[in-house]
């Protein structure tokens, strides 16, 4: 598999990534944090290709990027948990995934067969166009498994290339974050919450659920 590396500014940039993302296939792109691999969040085929492109073990459920509050009703049934609330409207758009009780109807292969689901809207608002008009985004990061994940297209190439059909690249400057680290993972779904994963918001996240 030939892979194509397109700015994202580009104005071809849009139409080829719904294009490839409406067939089943999967892009890579820069989000807030580091890079990701990315497909239809309803499409079981599509899923598995990204398993298949990371190597990844299939037991290990995949993220999922929304554009706005309102793409979680695909996502989560009923009102978000009390404390989950407060999460996302403190820290979204940003560096934040929850982990919420998923919607029964979602693909097996997306959740790894668990109740639950994790969601996160990214701080970059071209991705996040793309998936208001794609729709939510099936998304980790764009490395093989077990492999430092990417904070540049050319590092998403060096390991994903001939996988995956297509890499959007930020601009230079952007491409140049050298400091971008993964997000700070909650698990809203036990009582207390559990912080899963530390990354940049650590403190303030623990801060916010002791004050609750």
Known sequence: MDT????????RAMPVALALLASAQVIAAPTDTVY????????????????????????????????????????TAGQLPAQ????????????????????????????AGQPSIAVRMPDHERLRSLIRQAGPLAATSANL???????????????????????????????????????????????PPAILRAGPLEHAVRALLEAA
Request: glycine share 4%.
């Open 4 to 11: 194509e590396t397109i700015l994202f500014a580009a104005p």
């Open 36 to 75: 990701g691999v990315m497909c239809s969040y309803d499409s079981p085929t599509a899923i598995e290709h990204i398993y298949e492109a990371k190597n990844r073990p299939p037991h290990k459920a995949l993220p999922v990027l929304i554009a706005d509050t309102e793409q979680l009703s695909l996502l």
């Open 84 to 111: 989950a609330a407060r999460l996302v409207e403190r820290f979204w758009p940003g560096a934040l995934t929850v982990v919420v009780p998923a919607r029964p109807e979602l693909p097996a292969a997306l959740t």
């Open 145 to 191: 498994s077990g492999k430092p994940d990417p904070r540049t297209a050319a590092e998403v190439a060096e390991q994903l290339a001939g996988r995956i059909p297509l890499i959007l690249a930020d601009d230079e400057e952007s491409d140049r974050r050298k400091v971008a680290i993964a997000s700070t993972i909650v698990d809203l779904t036990t009582i």
